[in-house]
């Protein structure tokens, strides 16, 4: 089992900036890529980035050159540190671990970020 946790989401105007971290514990030996995804409300959920363990990084196109992705390995974290935030970045900002030895999705409990002047 892998259990996930977020932190860091809140209030912040438009071009602000905010950094999302995600704890991984449990059984992470297989884990990988890590990922962060967002829900707006009324829309499917959708990746924003994710980071393989050799450190390879990938960006929707949404937030490419504004959100930054990274990972300590050694405290066993994922952050998602987000700049020039826009209004139609507001959305619940899950964290994700996939397993590919079992095909298996870990989820945190979703943080939620807001845009708004």
């Known amino acids: 089992q892998v259990q996930l946790a977020e932190s860091g989401g809140g209030l912040v105007q438009p071009g602000g900036s905010l950094r999302l971290s995600c704890v991984v514990s449990?059984?992470?030996?297989?884990?990988?890529?890590m990922s962060w995804y967002r829900q707006a409300p009324g829309k499917q959920r959708e990746l924003v980035a994710d980071i393989t363990n050799g450190g390879t990084t990938s960006y929707a196109d949404s937030v490419n050159g504004r959100f930054t992705i990274s990972r300590d390995n050694a405290k066993n974290t994922v952050d998602l540190q987000m700049s020039s935030l826009k209004r139609e970045d507001t959305a619940v900002y899950y964290c994700?671990?996939?397993?590919?030895?079992?095909?298996?999705?870990?989820w945190g409990q979703g943080t939620q970020v807001t845009v708004s002047s």
């Open positions: 449990g059984s992470i030996f297989s884990i990988n890529p």
């Open positions: 994700n671990a996939f397993d590919p030895n079992r095909s298996l999705d870990y």
